[in-house]
């Protein structure tokens, strides 16, 4: 005699109207589905951003330490990265799933509504969407932050290096001058006299210099640019 082979799914079927009245089932799910809706509806408003609470009442034993940061950390790290500290309500792109799942999951653990979400970004993520590396923190108070989420890719390895003029005006003139001094030794020896001296070199670099200098001055009142510190927590686009 062959026996007939076992369907798992009618099993499981048969299982759960053993268990559980399907009317009753199906009202718990919805049930379910509609806070977890509401919850992700406000969260997404208090990622639009609002009034700032100054702190978030989070239990600090379930809080990673290592994800913990005082302002002034964030701040060298803006300014040695020329990156903008803003409120939530200034970036002009979107929080992925992920991160809404974590404030979900971190409301949940914690029993608190979290408000007065800010973020560290480049400048021109807070005017339109771009892929560089936002983070997303929320206050603890007192100066320190609670990282929740980072996305997108990691920041150019040589941005530090590369943002590194605009720190303050003493690294700016510093590569002016450097720039200035490689430009006057581009110039071939014995242009404009027959015997290059020491006068002649100084004279092209004073020239060099000059120019090298109008350009950036120009640069930085035209387009409204400032040093890092001075941006780090502006919420001027000009700044």
Not at 79 to 90: G, P, S
Request: proline residues 4%.
């Amino acid at each position: 005699m062959k026996l007939k082979r076992t369907n798992i799914e009618s099993r499981l079927s048969g299982a759960r109207t053993a268990s559980v009245d399907e009317t009753r089932l199906l009202e718990e799910v919805y049930e379910i589905l509609r806070k977890d809706e509401a919850q992700e509806q406000r969260i997404s408003e208090n990622l639009k951003g609002g009034k700032n609470p100054g702190g978030n009442a989070f239990d600090f034993e379930l809080l990673d330490t290592s994800k913990i940061y005082h302002l002034d950390q964030i701040r060298k790290t803006c300014i040695n990265y020329r990156l903008r500290f803003l409120d939530i309500r200034y970036f002009k792109g979107e929080v992925p799933r992920e991160g809404i799942s974590k404030i979900k999951a971190l409301e949940k653990d914690h029993g608190i509504e979290i408000k007065g979400f800010k973020l560290m970004a480049p400048s021109r993520l807070f005017k339109l969407e771009d892929k560089d590396d936002p983070l997303l923190f929320a206050p603890i108070g007192n100066g320190y932050y609670y990282l929740i989420h980072t996305w997108g890719n990691d920041l150019h390895p040589l941005r530090k290096m590369l943002v590194w003029p605009f720190k303050n005006v003493i690294n700016l003139a510093a590569i002016v001058v450097l720039v200035s001094m490689l430009a006057t030794l581009m110039v071939p020896s014995g242009l404009f006299s027959k015997s290059g001296t020491a006068a002649e070199f100084w004279i092209i670099f004073f020239f060099m210099f000059k120019s090298i200098a109008a350009v950036v001055i120009f640069y930085g009142f035209a387009l409204g640019k400032n040093f890092n510190p001075a941006i780090w927590n502006s919420k001027y686009f000009n700044a």
